[in-house]
């Protein structure tokens, strides 16, 4: 059985920075691409950044790009999401997605297995 597990979520103020990690249990993630979503209240989930299989591939959301950074360890089974220079419209819950497969994909309906989510609140 496939699991992940986010943490790192918080509070944090506005221009702050929170690191958020991703742990796969169940399957090696080596040869899969991953992802990080987002969904706020009312809103629907969103595309935030993806990573390849070989981590030489990335793909962001463009109000995050140039502020926040996924990468991976294989060796931990882990994903990871630096995100630096917080705003408030950044405040929602966060999950961690894998895909059966080795490159990106934005649409979260390919993506296979999901995690329950950490909150992220930034406040101005």
């Known amino acids: 059985q496939v699991q992940l597990l986010e943490s790192g979520g918080g509070l944090v103020q506005a221009g702050g920075s929170l690191r958020l990690s991703c742990e796969v249990s169940g399957r090696t993630i080596y040869s899969n691409a991953m992802g990080w979503f987002r969904q706020a209240p009312g809103k629907e989930r969103e595309f935030v950044a993806a990573i390849n299989w070989s981590g030489h591939t990335t793909n962001y959301l463009d109000s995050v790009k140039g502020r926040f950074t996924i990468s991976r360890d294989d060796t931990k089974n882990t994903m990871y999401l630096q995100m630096n220079s917080l705003k408030p419209e950044d405040t929602a819950n966060y999950y961690c997605?894998?895909?059966?497969?080795?490159?990106?994909?934005?649409?979260?309906?390919?993506?296979?297995?999901w995690g329950q989510g950490t909150q992220v609140t930034v406040s101005s």
């Open positions: 997605a894998f895909h059966d497969s080795r490159e990106i994909t934005l649409y979260s309906r390919e993506y296979q297995y």
